[in-house]
């Protein structure tokens, strides 16, 4: 992101909310700069970090509960909880419109927050969903868990230059998290035929739109591909260099349903050193 884009374009249309997050950006936040852009034009910071949010809590990116005025994530993707989602902030302040409690004095946001959340919009609690945030929070404290986030970044980090060297064109020229965003248009391929050719092959990606796209969002000139599932799976650098053989493969020859065939049963045998469950 250019920051002095973001700038210019807030001081122009003087928002009432910035919101910074995204799905797929492969860089870290700069939430500091984001803070003093809302803060000069006199706008809320809201950081989305559903998909960083694992590795922001080990410490590998920027952490938006430093600058944020309220940061909102879900519990799955790289923190490896639940389906499901947070609300947070990181100091409480007085509500930015003057609304006042019964006895006259400044509403806090976090009210604000928890007046909109539940009644009006959530229903019954799920209390066995809110058990398992719970245990994905413990283990977000773990060790184990710091090893499996620095995992994930090098298993990216691998995977993109693996791309790269195969002449592909990530999108910002590399990763510094869990994913990347492919343009597939020097591939003369589209984001949709690519996804259902790997879906064949029992390769998951999903097609993605990327920067001046020249095709619709049904169909797309992209892929988004991420390695927080294969590193809990067990899979080092190695492995997902090998990843990148049988996407290329596949990509080459996305109309071949011979060759696409022989890719899966390649997938499916490797994968059996790397069952889901070791211990059943």
Not at 9 to 20: C, D, F, M, V
Not at 34 to 49: H, K, N, P, S, T
Not at 113 to 141: D, R
Request: aromatic share 8%.
């Amino acid at each position: 992101f250019r920051s002095d884009k973001v700038a210019e374009t807030a001081r122009e249309n003087k928002p009432k909310l910035i919101i910074a997050g995204a799905s797929a950006y492969s860089r870290d936040w700069d939430f500091k700069r984001f803070r003093e852009i809302a803060d000069e034009v006199g706008a809320i910071l809201m950081a989305d970090i559903a998909h960083p949010a694992g590795l922001i809590a080990t410490g590998h990116l920027n952490n938006a509960l430093d600058y944020a005025h309220v940061v909102t994530s879900t519990t799955h993707k790289t923190l490896r909880g639940p389906r499901g989602g947070i609300i947070m902030m990181g100091k409480n302040f007085d509500n930015p419109w003057g609304r006042l409690t019964k006895k006259g004095n400044p509403l806090k946001m976090s009210a604000v927050l928890n007046s909109a959340v539940f009644p009006g919009t959530q229903g019954g609690p799920l209390e066995h969903v809110i058990a398992a945030k719970a245990v994905a929070f413990a283990e977000a404290l773990t060790d184990e868990y710091k090893k499996y986030t620095d995992q994930i970044i090098k298993n990216a980090q691998a995977m993109a230059k693996a791309f790269i060297d195969k002449g592909y064109n990530i999108i910002s020229g590399g990763t510094d998290n869990h994913l990347m965003l492919i343009d597939l248009r020097s591939k003369n391929i589209t984001g949709k035929d690519a996804e259902n050719a790997l879906i064949k092959a029992d390769i998951t990606v999903n097609k993605n739109m990327v920067p001046f796209d020249d095709q619709s969002p049904f169909v797309t000139s992209g892929m988004r591909i991420g390695t927080p599932a294969i590193t809990t799976r067990g899979l080092k650098e190695k492995d997902c260099e090998q990843i990148v053989e049988w996407v290329d493969d596949v990509i080459v020859n996305y109309e071949n349903d011979s060759k696409i065939n022989m890719v899966k049963k390649e997938v499916n045998k490797f994968m059996e050193d790397f069952p889901l469950f070791p211990k059943v």
